[in-house]
């Protein structure tokens, strides 16, 4: 959600291709609210496109999010996905238009926002580049990504509390596990905005100072793309579960998921290209 007015600033996003091939059926797609691309092989990159909202996130604008990334991870050519804004806005938060007439009855019979949880159900490794502001639901949608990166534009927050309500699609739960009970309170209670430097001493985010946030987002897609799937969706698994597990039972839960490696093609081909002082050729099986 966020109290930033409309803008009419010319969206520029980071690439020019908006097509997007799905590899079983080779069938193009394209949306309405999104641009997707493959800036590099083996990187899907979504761009969000509602640039006079700033790409505020109403229900038109998040389907076309969930449909493309979704798309991505099942394609089969794709080992990482990046997501990201306009240079001005990540996403300034849900759009208040869409929801402010709701009731009670209606938000709680239909489930509202349930369908925000879908970047954590993808399998490949998702990262946010994040420039200008990301509030409200936009840093909900951000944090949800496995590695999040910002431009030293970025403004982060959860400014729900201005609107009387607060954070519907996880930034309570998410930002209390990465910065802390307290931090994570000041940013709920008061809505309070802050910066990249600050957010990025709280452990949010990584800034990158030189250089574009998306091209730095493409060089990690590419690393992580160029890796075995199998290892990277498994590594991927295994630190998530640390947020939902005591330490002993995520310590068996990793141990079970290094141990299921072995039986892999990839982890014969890794540890004999290591031994023979050459390349992998991965197989992803």
């Known amino acids: 959600m966020s109290l930033v007015a409309l803008s009419r600033s010319t969206f520029r996003h980071a690439s020019s291709s908006v097509r997007f091939f799905s590899t079983s059926l080779r069938v193009q797609r394209e949306y309405a ?8 092989p083996g990187v899907a990159l979504i761009t969000l ?17 969930s449909d493309a990334m979704k798309e991505a991870d099942e394609d089969t050519s794709v080992g990482a ?29 239909a489930n509202f926002l349930a369908d925000w949880e879908v970047i954590t159900k993808l399998k490949k490794p998702v990262i946010a580049a994040v420039s200008g502001y990301a509030l409200g ?13 910002a431009a030293p534009s970025a403004q982060l927050g959860q400014p729900e509390v201005n609107l009387g309500v607060i954070p519907g699609g996880g930034g309570t739960q998410r930002l209390a596990h990465l910065i802390g009970k307290s ?28 250089g574009s946030v998306v091209d730095e987002a493409v060089k990690v897609a590419s ?14 698994e295994a630190v998530n579960a640390a947020f939902e597990m005591s330490l002993a039972e995520g310590l068996r839960f990793e141990k079970r998921l290094f ?24 197989t992803h099986s």
């Open 49 to 65: 496109n509602r640039p006079k909202a700033l790409n505020a996130l109403n229900a038109a604008h998040f389907q076309d999010i």
């Open 137 to 149: 639901g936009g840093l909900e949608l951000a944090l949800q990504a496995d590695i999040l990166l």
């Open 259 to 282: 141990h299921a490696l072995f039986s892999t093609k990839d982890q014969k081909e890794g540890m004999a290209a290591f031994a023979e002082k050459r390349r992998a050729e991965w």
């Open 223 to 236: 690393d992580i793309a160029s890796k075995g799937r199998i290892a990277v969706n498994a590594g991927k």
């Open 183 to 210: 931090r994570a309170m000041e940013l709920v209670l008061t809505g309070r905005i802050i910066g990249a430097d600050e957010a990025e001493r709280w452990g949010i985010v990584r800034v990158v100072r030189e």
């Open 33 to 40: 609210n999104v641009l997707v691309s493959r800036p590099s």
């Open 81 to 109: 996905i990046i997501l990201t804004g306009s240079e001005r806005a990540f996403a300034a938060g849900a759009d208040i238009k869409e929801m402010k007439d709701k009731s009670f009855a209606e938000a709680y019979t």
